[in-house]
């Protein structure tokens, strides 16, 4: 048995390609993000996609924190933003940011499915970027993010700067799954 491939091959690439991604793409995109879960339905999520033909695009940009740089030649960036007051708490648990991260994580199924590639980030200034797109102050920008077809590493490696050719070397991990999956019970987490 394997692992879905979307899931198997996904990645947070940081180099796209200035081809622009089709409208009929971006609409699925769209389908996959509204037909999340989310908690009693509440769907609390706005989604504002910024392309490079938009008049705020300099501005969202100049939102990016510096190490975020690379996000610029993606053809869309992407602000999600929610209102935590209008969705669920439940055990004092607000589930805006869940509901949210669901949505995004459709999405970004779909975008590996349509061959795209998304790559998220907390690396901005939210003040910045909810002046850059009219984001009312009651929102929290929870997450931005890259959208595009990934770039030949190869063909751009003049252009790339020895920060970004590390980051793109280094060796994607993860916890080993004994940390933090269990059966049955918790073993071994630290009271
Ligand atoms: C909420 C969130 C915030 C992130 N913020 C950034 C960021 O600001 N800059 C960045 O380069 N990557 C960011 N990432 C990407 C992670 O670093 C990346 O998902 C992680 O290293 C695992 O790599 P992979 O997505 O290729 O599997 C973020 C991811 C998530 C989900």
Redesign the pocket.
């Known amino acids: 048995m394997q692992l879905l491939s979307e899931i198997r091959n ?3 690439v ?1 180099v796209f390609q200035e081809r622009d991604v089709e409208q009929e793409k971006i609409d699925l995109l769209i389908e996959a993000a509204r037909w999340a879960p989310s908690c009693f339905n509440k769907q609390e999520w706005n989604y504002v996609l910024v392309s490079k033909k938009d008049e705020t695009r300099a501005s969202f940009e100049d939102a990016l ?1 510096f ?2 740089g690379w996000a610029k030649s993606a053809p869309y960036l992407v602000a999600v933003s929610a209102n935590p007051e209008q969705a669920c708490k439940i055990n004092n648990i607000p589930y805006y940011a869940y509901d949210l991260g669901l949505s995004v994580m459709s999405l970004v199924i779909e975008a590996e499915h349509q061959g795209l590639r998304v ?5 901005y200034d939210e003040k910045r970027v909810k002046a850059a797109l009219n984001i009312p102050a009651s929102q929290r920008v929870v ?1 931005i993010f890259a959208l595009g077809y990934e770039g030949d590493v190869e063909k751009m490696k003049d252009k790339i700067t020895e920060k970004i050719k590390k980051k793109i070397t280094k060796a ?1 991990t993860r916890k080993d799954p004994q940390e933090n999956f269990f059966f049955g019970k918790v073993h071994g987490l630290v009271a």
């Not at 790559?119 to 690396?123: F, R």
Request: hydrophobic content about 30%.
């Open positions: 996904r990645q947070s940081i924190s190490g975020n790559h998220q980030m907390a690396g997450v994607r």
